[in-house]
């Protein structure tokens, strides 16, 4: 190593003869090895020096009267071993010069032969230097090891390695962390199995055979059942690779989403029981409408029931027109029934329930019992639903919330309109795809194409969504209204998404707000 414009080399020599150590200084300076020395003879005056950290290079006499060159090896092996020391001293022995060598000395070089003592220090700096690149390598991937390990406890997700031809496999500690299993088991496949909850037992073994037949990714959840009878939900993601002898194994990680699991399922509740307030809220705002719609089949019930009896007393002699009444009576009972039916149904706080249903009959039986409501608001109900509809699968009764929802806005959209212009019209016809969300859908799709979705809007002649109401329409709580709780939108969106579809409002026209959603049709 050469010193010459670099800082000066810091030397620490142990010798107790001045004219020694300006020899070898000399030496080292005659190859262009500048040093700043440091003479010591004693013990404490070596590690005085060493203590404050300026030392790049150790020279060591073997004997002194005081102090001994194996001694001092033995003080910088223990504390400081990352600063090499050469024996330098004319009582060394070969055999003593090769015991000091494995004592840890990086060299040794004899006072007589002074020659071999430049290329030794270089050597000497040269390894020195390579220690402590390993060393800061070395450290640099167990601080990283370290933060790995915490972000894989943070983000309870463990490592694996899965090597598929002989079976052998490797877990993260957060891997053992999450199966509970001891670190020290014996590794194999068949401990996942093992933890894997009894009905979710067999997909895994298929999906692993897959893996492991066909070299693809996987990546799927299950559950765990764990020894004290407890359930944790995982995520497991593999991608195959080779290895050097071009041998399949996975890499992947297995993920605890066992609190995300049950914030889902806290979250199904809250939003079925907003659904629940929503349909009753809604049902609320009907009230006046529906008390009409009942009124007036009972009343011709009671009239009709009346007419009857003075009918059969003998007041009329005509028995077909008393025949006439009862039938009357029978048919407006019977719709009053309906309606009180339909009521029943939207209030009934229950389950999603997926049936096979007419979409367009559904829509039909809302459109009903809105049609007080428009009517009282002089606002026209108009349908145009289309013939080749096949059954739609779903929630009858949570659909029809949909429907119902947005016709009550259309109607109180128009409310301040002149009565001429308050018309809704509601349509249904089939489409090829949802290309059109969140843009509206207005031209027909390619008939030689089979439809694979049912489109349902709801247009309005009121005065229309502006850009702050189109922005912020399908957020929870979000509301127009002087009164309500902003959740009817967010909570038909929530419904058209569970049922596979799309709900989305377009932008605003001259011709009012227009609503649309569709649903999948499955064969």
């Not at 509809?389 to 919330?401: E, F, K, M, N, T």
Request: proline fraction near 4%; charged fraction near 25%; hydrophobic fraction near 40%.
């Amino acid at each position: 190593m050469d010193c010459g414009m670099k800082p000066l080399l810091r030397v620490l020599y142990l010798e107790d003869d001045p004219r020694d150590a300006e020899l070898v200084q000399e030496t080292l300076a005659a190859d262009g090895i500048e040093c700043a020395m440091t003479r010591v003879e004693t013990e404490a005056d070596f590690i005085s020096t060493l203590e404050k950290g300026s030392t790049d290079l150790v020279f060591a006499d073997y004997t002194l009267p005081s102090f001994d060159g194996l001694s001092a090896l033995e003080i910088v092996q223990k504390n400081w071993p990352q600063v090499p020391l050469i024996f330098v001293s004319g009582t060394l022995g070969e055999e003593l010069a090769i015991e000091a060598l494995k004592n840890g000395a990086t060299d040794y070089v004899f006072k007589t032969g002074l020659s071999r003592l430049a290329p030794s220090v270089q050597r000497a700096l040269r390894e020195a230097g390579e220690r402590s690149d390993l060393i800061r390598a070395e450290g640099a991937l167990r601080l990283s090891e370290a933060f790995l390990a915490e972000a894989q406890r943070i983000s309870h997700t463990g490592s694996f390695g899965w090597d598929v031809s002989t079976g052998k496999i490797y877990w993260s500690r957060e891997s053992f962390r999450i199966l509970e299993y001891d670190p020290a088991s014996e590794l194999s496949l068949e401990l996942i199995p093992e933890r894997t909850y009894p009905e979710d037992k067999a997909m895994v073994r298929q999906l692993f055979d897959r893996a492991s037949s066909e070299k693809t990714d996987f990546d799927f959840e299950h559950r765990l059942l764990m020894p004290n009878g407890s359930v944790k939900h995982v995520r497991m993601v593999g991608r195959p690779t080779k290895d050097k002898s071009h041998r399949f194994e996975y890499m992947g990680t297995i993920t605890d989403i066992t609190e995300r699991k049950l914030g889902e399922e806290a979250l199904q509740m809250v939003q079925a029981e907003l659904a629940h307030v929503a349909r009753v809220t809604t049902l609320g705002e009907l009230t006046a409408s529906i008390a009409h719609e009942i009124n007036q089949p009972l009343t011709a019930v009671v009239n009709n029931a009346n007419a009857g009896l003075r009918w059969l007393s003998g007041e009329s002699p005509d028995i077909a027109e008393a025949r006439d009444a009862i039938r009357r009576i029978v048919r407006d009972g019977n719709r009053a029934s309906e309606v009180i039916s339909k009521i029943r149904a939207l209030v009934k706080k229950a389950p999603m329930t997926k049936e096979r249903f007419d979409i367009n009959e559904a829509i039909e039986e809302t459109v009903t019992l809105t049609q007080s409501e428009a009517q009282r608001n002089r606002v026209v109900l108009r349908t145009r639903l289309g013939g080749d509809i096949p059954l739609i699968l779903g929630d009858r009764v949570q659909l029809q919330q949909v429907v119902l929802n947005l016709l009550i806005n259309a109607i109180e959209a128009m409310s301040g309109m002149a009565a001429a212009r308050r018309e809704i019209f509601v349509s249904s016809q089939k489409v090829r795809d949802e290309s059109g969300a969140p843009k509206e859908i207005v031209s027909s799709p390619d008939p030689a194409v089979e439809s694979s979705h049912v489109l349902i809007a709801v247009r309005d002649s009121g005065p229309g969504l502006d850009s702050t109401a189109l922005e912020h329409l399908f957020d929870a709580f979000y509301t127009t209204k002087a009164q309500g709780l902003g959740m009817g939108l967010a909570i038909s969106r929530s419904i058209i998404e569970a049922h596979g579809g799309k709900l989305w409002a377009s932008a605003n026209t001259p011709r009012g707000a227009v609503f649309q959603f569709t649903l999948p049709i499955r064969g």
